[in-house]
């Protein structure tokens, strides 16, 4: 992934995937896309069930549900992605202190 290398990082280095899911086929397509599995994604799952999605204000949601129950570790890295209409995507680097 272009973004992490340009960012010194690869796929391995990442410990968290706080995915805005926008919908069940979308974040499914990112997993595929990425080599995810639904363990690694399923706050985005947790919140997309319980809330639906709430746009821009979900990714608050699925940090939230990472925060409280699967806290990383002090300098572990973390890849924040929020698709939007049409198609716009951004992306964030959060390392854990």
Same mark, same amino acid.
């Given at each position: 992934?272009?973004?992490? $290398?340009? #960012?010194? #990082? ?9 995915? #805005? ?16 599995? !639904? ?6 799952? @947790? ?5 639906? @999605?709430?746009? $821009? ?11 409280? !129950? ?17 198609? $716009? ?7 854990? @202190?």
């Amino acid at each position: 992934m272009a973004f992490l $290398s340009r #960012h010194g #990082h690869t796929r391995a280095d990442i410990r968290g995937w706080i995915l #805005h899911p926008g919908g069940s086929r979308l974040l499914g397509n990112v997993e595929k896309a990425l080599g995810l599995s !639904k363990c690694d994604t399923q706050p985005s799952w @947790n919140v997309l069930g319980s809330v639906g @999605n709430l746009s $821009s204000a979900t990714i608050l949601f699925i940090l939230q549900e990472w925060l409280e !129950k699967r806290p990383l570790k002090k300098d572990e890295v973390a890849m924040a992605a929020a698709f939007g209409p049409g198609f $716009s995507a951004e992306f964030l680097l959060l390392q854990w @202190n």
